[in-house]
């Protein structure tokens, strides 16, 4: 018995589905294959075409036909849904993605912002601190090339810091820099580079832990050649505690 | 209401509907293909209770051959196009998608051992669908392939007959058989092969009736 003996034999049992699952599978694999078999398959379906109406029928249900009826018309509409639905879906979830990401790039830009206000904001809550708590004020007036402008310093004995704010300074001419100095006991300490362009230009500084105790604030102009060490250049205002 | 055959020579029967029991068939077809919605709820109104029949008896669960009724119907109406094309016609074709439909549910059925399976051996219930829905005259379209289908079965040695309706109409596996009736497989096998040689002898002069 060859195996396509084993075919012949069961193409009656194929069209009658009496076949194993596996045998089912093996024999539909066959059937693409095979068109002598394939044909005779097709034979025996005609020939037996009408054999499921061996079964009694069946009376339908009142209202099954309008059922079916509109069951049929609407899976009709549910399958374009279908159809339609992944691709649907597919361009939400691509839209959504996109919106997440530019959401979550711009949440991110506004977050980071966000944390440099607020550290902007506790900046100025903490000099805005020193200046309400300071004990002492020191003003003196500046005169840098015919322009007047001015120097505060709060000093706020309690956390040892100065809020110091001058305005009216014009552009530092080519070369050189305005130098903030503390004035200490032992010697001149450098404070800190006073940037013109911020008018007025405000910053907060800590006692100098170097020099010894601290009698005063000097403000020069200093060439940007000479290291930061001392006072070299010409004094525009000099304040003493 | 009679099947009519496509041969020249042989009388066609007028059906009342005009459906597919009758020549119109492909005028049917014709209105299915143009999507009449109309011809869709005849279709339903005469291929149904057969296509019930062939479900219900096997499954046992009115619901569920509803439901292989309603998935048949509808692949019918949105392949009506394929359906039915190049001669074949079109309640063949019904009967035959409904009857694979009904099996693939069966086999699956069994295969999860669900409660239905079970309730499905329970001749009680088996005997409460038939009772209740079963349609016992000749009141609907198709009756008489129905009888000439019933006298080829009956024609059948009755070892023949049992194995096919337990294999046709039970969608059993020889295997399923040979438990069902403490034989041996291959004695299954052999009265199916019997059986359905006869029937394609006896069966051959309706198979080309149009419905």
Not at chain 1, 155 to 183: E, K, M
Not at chain 2, 21 to 46: S, Y
Not at chain 2, 147 to 157: E, I, K, N, Q, T
Not at chain 2, 167 to 191: C, D, M, N, Q, W
Request: with cysteine; charged share 25%; proline share 6%.
């Amino acid at each position: 018995m060859s195996a396509h003996d084993w075919f012949v034999e069961h193409r009656m049992d194929y069209v009658a589905r009496t076949l194993e699952e596996s045998e089912l599978r093996t024999f539909q694999d066959h059937l693409a294959r095979c068109p002598e078999c394939a044909g005779e398959v097709a034979s025996i379906e005609r020939d037996l075409a009408w054999l499921p109406m061996g079964a009694a029928p069946v009376a339908l249900r009142p209202g099954l036909s309008r059922r079916l009826a509109e069951g049929v018309l609407e899976t009709r509409g549910r399958r374009w849904m279908r159809r339609a639905m992944p691709a649907a879906m597919a361009a939400s979830l691509l839209l959504g993605a996109a919106g997440w990401l530019a959401g979550r790039l711009e949440t991110e830009r506004l977050a980071r912002e966000l944390q440099e206000r607020d550290r902007r904001l506790a900046a100025l809550t903490d000099t805005v601190s020193i200046t309400r708590g300071a004990d002492r004020v020191l003003q003196a007036s500046i005169d840098m090339d015919g322009r007047e402008g001015g120097i505060l310093i709060f000093d706020d004995s309690a956390t040892h810091r100065w809020n110091v704010v001058i305005h009216g300074l014009p552009p530092a001419p080519a070369g050189q820099v305005y130098r903030f100095w503390f004035i200490c006991e032992e010697k001149m300490v450098p404070g800190a580079e006073v940037s013109a362009g911020a008018n007025p230009a405000l910053f907060t500084l800590p006692m100098p832990p170097e020099g010894g105790k601290v009698m005063g604030a000097a403000l020069t102009v200093e060439s940007l050649a000479t290291p930061p060490m001392e006072p070299r250049g010409r004094t525009l205002a000099e304040l003493m505690l | 209401m009679t099947p009519t055959r496509r041969r020249a020579g042989h009388e066609a029967r007028s059906s009342p509907r005009g459906s597919i029991w009758a020549a119109g068939g492909e005028d049917l077809r014709a209105r299915l293909v143009a999507r009449d919605e109309r011809a869709l709820a005849e279709l339903i109104d005469v291929a149904s209770p057969w296509l019930l029949g062939i479900a219900q008896g096997m499954l046992q669960d009115p619901v569920e051959a509803e439901e292989v009724v309603l998935e048949v119907m509808t692949i019918a109406w949105n392949r009506i196009e394929l359906v039915g094309a190049e001669g074949s016609a079109l309640m063949p074709w019904l009967l035959r998608v409904t009857r694979n439909r009904t099996i693939d549910r069966l086999r699956a059925r069994r295969r999860r051992g669900s409660a239905l399976a079970a309730a499905s051996a329970d001749p009680g219930i088996v005997r409460h669908v038939e009772d209740e829905s079963r349609i016992d005259e000749a009141g609907a379209p198709g009756w008489h392939v129905h009888r000439s289908v019933h006298a080829a079965l009956d024609s059948l040695p009755e070892d023949q007959r049992t194995a096919v309706r337990l294999a046709y109409f039970e969608g059993l596996t020889h295997s399923e058989i040979a438990e069902r009736l403490a034989i041996p497989l291959g004695t299954v096998k052999t009265r199916l092969r019997l059986g359905f040689g006869r029937l394609r002898v006896s069966l051959a002069p309706i198979k080309d009736w149009v419905l």
